[in-house]
């Protein structure tokens, strides 16, 4: 890590500050504060808003979790994010993403949607990975990924993704940036 983790637990200067700490502390229950919390509490104005965002994306969307999962997951490996990695890796096995289709996840080149869907991925969740790579690496995307995004998922889905990649993009880069976790360097399979 680049800078000191935050006290935990955390040492309020106000009673504003203390309730940002306890929304936080809320939404990541019943665990503790997680080294992204405590590196993010050095701005309780940032950290609040962070921590409402992410809420809203993580646990108010209607994506099911194998997609928002897969989203997440690819956006740490196309950023080397291996502590975002460490922590959604599980949660999209967990929702649902075959051992086959992470290891289609955890492939560091780049992805299109060419050729037919790799073993172990969904039709949904192979164009919500190549979405996501896309999204990822360059910013803009083509016109015939979106169409196949689009004439998979309604409206709200679309939007829903496209904040996720975008969120988890922001999240990624602010981890690589300061090294929260540190796991910069170790790659997928070392970052447990």
């Known amino acids: ?15 504003e500050e203390s309730a940002i700490i306890a929304r936080i502390a809320v939404r990541r229950a019943p665990r503790p504060l ?6 993010l509490l050095h701005s309780p104005p940032v950290a609040d808003g962070w921590n409402s965002f992410l809420g809203a ?33 599980p949660l999209a096995v967990a929702g649902g993403v075959s051992e086959e289709g992470m290891e289609v996840v955890k492939r560091e080149g780049g992805y299109d949607l060419s050729g037919e869907i790799p073993g ?6 192979w164009v919500v990975l190549c979405f996501a790579d896309e999204m990822t690496r360059d ?17 709200r889905e679309v939007v829903e993704i496209t904040a996720t990649v975008a969120c988890y993009n922001c999240v990624s880069r602010f981890l690589v940036a300061l090294d929260v976790g540190e796991k910069n360097g170790l790659g997928p399979d070392a970052a447990h």
Request: net charge neutral; aromatic share 8%.
């Open 1 to 15: 890590m680049r800078l000191p983790y935050t006290p935990n637990p955390p040492v309020p200067a106000s009673d």
């Open 34 to 39: 997680q080294p992204l919390d405590l590196t």
């Open 57 to 89: 994306v993580r646990t108010q969307t209607t994506i099911p979790a194998d997609l928002r999962e897969i989203a997440i997951s690819r956006v740490a490996v196309v950023n080397r994010a291996w502590y975002e990695w460490m922590h959604h890796a």
């Open 120 to 125: 172990g991925l969904t039709e949904k969740q």
């Open 139 to 155: 910013v803009q995307v083509k016109d015939g990924t979106f169409e196949r995004l689009r004439g998979l998922f309604g409206e």
